[in-house]
């Protein structure tokens, strides 16, 4: 079973981390990465608008992956969040550092 969803027409890419349905509390949107945050922190999702480009895939590849996770790490006030895709052909591994803002919604690991 996938973990993600792909709509080509709209370009957008969403990976699903929550796999014991959690309620989703809040959103962060940092530019055209919208993460979904449950009760407790966790990253339960990740929506990436224009995903084409954002990774540089053809829109075929990313209706396709094998596979797609994320991974998150907090290294003092900045969140790491990794977005790994898999081709046939290669692992892709991108990382992105969020600085975590007073009065926001604090994010887990």
Do not use: W
Not at 51 to 62: D, H, I, T, V, Y
Not at 74 to 80: A, C, D, V, Y
Not at 87 to 99: G, R
């Amino acid at each position: 079973m996938k973990n993600y969803e792909y709509e080509e027409d709209l370009d957008i890419l969403y990976i699903n981390n929550n796999f014991e349905k959690e309620k989703v509390v809040g959103n962060l949107v940092f530019g055209s990465i919208v993460i979904d945050v449950g009760e407790n922190g966790k990253v339960l999702g990740i929506e990436v608008d224009c995903a084409s480009k954002l990774f540089n895939f053809p829109l075929e590849q990313l209706s396709n992956l094998d596979m797609a996770k994320i991974k998150v790490m907090r290294i003092g006030n900045m969140l790491t969040l990794g977005i790994v895709l898999a081709t046939p052909i290669k692992e892709h591994t991108f990382q992105f550092a969020i600085p975590q803002r007073t009065g926001s919604i604090p994010i887990s690991c």
